[in-house]
């Protein structure tokens, strides 16, 4: 049974930094895992994925050249990168992946997901 739990969220001042992190146990042979995040009051939006095989990557353009989204194979870990942390950031992020077979054009859509994580709060004030 695969399992995904996030965690290095927190609190950080505009133009902080922050690195969250998503390991994976069980099944680790995912086509792709991505972020993605919900604000207070809002519905959830794609934030980066990431194909497992090719190792590319896919940005919401709201954080293209801020966040970075990588894997670590070795330590069966999704990581977040974030920098030049803005008020919009602010949300819970969680990590996902898919347990069943299939591919997707539109890696950044959360319909192709089936397991979440938990979430990690981030919380950016001024």
């Known amino acids: 049974q695969v399992q995904l739990v996030e965690s290095g969220g927190g609190s950080v001042q505009t133009g902080g930094s922050l690195r969250l992190s998503c390991v994976v146990s069980?099944?680790?042979?995912?086509?792709?895992m991505g972020w993605f995040r919900q604000p207070a009051g809002k519905r959830r939006e794609a934030v980066a994925a990431?194909?497992?095989?090719?190792?590319?990557?896919y940005y919401s353009d709201s954080v293209k050249g801020r966040f970075t989204i990588s894997r670590d194979n070795a330590k069966n870990t999704l990581f977040l990168q974030m920098t030049g942390l803005e008020l919009e950031d602010t949300a819970v992020y969680y990590c996902?992946?898919?347990?069943?077979?299939?591919?997707?054009?539109?890696?950044?859509?959360?319909?192709?997901?089936?397991?979440w994580g938990q979430g990690t709060q981030v919380t950016v004030s001024s």
């Open positions: 996902a992946t898919r347990t069943r077979p299939g591919y997707t054009s539109s890696p950044l859509d959360a319909n192709y997901y089936n397991l």
């Open positions: 069980g099944d680790t042979s995912r086509r792709f």
């Open positions: 990431l194909a497992t095989g090719s190792m590319s990557t």
